[in-house]
């Protein structure tokens, strides 16, 4: 066996190990937390996902190195194919919830093969993890704001100011990070002769999936604002009344 297939051999069985760790603390919360629904508690491990991913991609491109805007298509790291095979192990977990349960619709299911098939593609050219590392970053970041809300939601507590905050939060933070932030870096990876054309490929696949997400964003927020004006107009014409009763009196 060559030195190559020793590595991807390692790979697999770290892949094989994460994808095993997520599923059983899943199982873990199932019975510790069993009063909650099933998706409550898949929730919380995507949310340590979530943290745990943006933790440490940030660190990678930050202190680690390199630089994903100016050195993309460079050999991969291992502490970036680390991070990628712990991604992995997540991802392949949470796209077996998803069918088994039927939870999810099919942008967030080709989302989340993209970003197996993405990973997987990374791992075997042995190059561009800092890229991959990098739209994990950007496309984890706002997941614990999504997650807040939708417990929020579950304990009634989401119309609330705390429910604002998070909703402004994240539709601000993905306009930025996934438009604005990815453009950018898709340019960078197009532009530059490095990164192979599959990469190239799946980087303009992952960004056009985010507008796709995006336009759900967008009706969202309107929805939102035509939501905050009716609920301000109904305020103000109870103080209305309130003050044309307390006149009469």
């Not at 990098?134 to 614990?144: C, D, K, Q, R, Y």
Request: proline share 3%; aromatic share 14%.
């Amino acid at each position: 066996m060559s030195l190559d297939e020793k590595k991807m051999a390692l790979l697999v069985v770290f892949a094989l190990l994460c994808l095993s760790c997520w599923a059983s603390f899943y199982f873990i919360l199932c019975i510790v937390n069993g009063s909650r629904s099933y998706e409550w508690n898949c929730r919380l491990v995507t949310l340590v996902h979530g943290i745990l991913a943006v933790c440490i991609t940030s660190y990678i491109g930050h202190v680690d190195g390199p630089w994903p805007f100016t050195h993309p298509g460079t050999k991969n790291t291992p502490l970036q194919m680390s991070a990628l095979v712990v991604s992995l192990g997540y991802f392949i977990f949470d796209m077996a919830w998803c069918v088994y349960f039927r939870t999810e619709g099919p942008v967030m299911l080709a989302h989340h093969t993209m970003s197996i098939l993405g990973i997987l593609l990374t791992l075997w050219l042995g190059e561009s993890g800092i890229e991959g590392c990098a739209v994990l970053f950007g496309s984890e970041i706002t997941n614990p704001l999504l997650q807040t809300r939708w417990f929020l939601k579950q304990t009634g507590r989401y119309r609330t100011v705390l429910g604002n905050v998070v909703d402004i939060s994240f539709v601000l933070l993905f306009v930025v990070m996934r438009i604005f932030v990815g453009g950018t870096m898709l340019y960078c990876e197009l532009i530059s002769p490095r990164p192979r054309f599959f990469i190239k490929c799946g980087g303009v696949a992952m960004y056009a999936l985010s507008w796709v997400f995006m336009v759900d964003i967008v009706r969202f927020a309107i929805r939102k604002s035509k939501s905050w004006h009716k609920q301000q107009k109904n305020q103000q014409e109870t103080v209305t009344a309130n003050g044309y009763e307390l006149k009469n009196d």
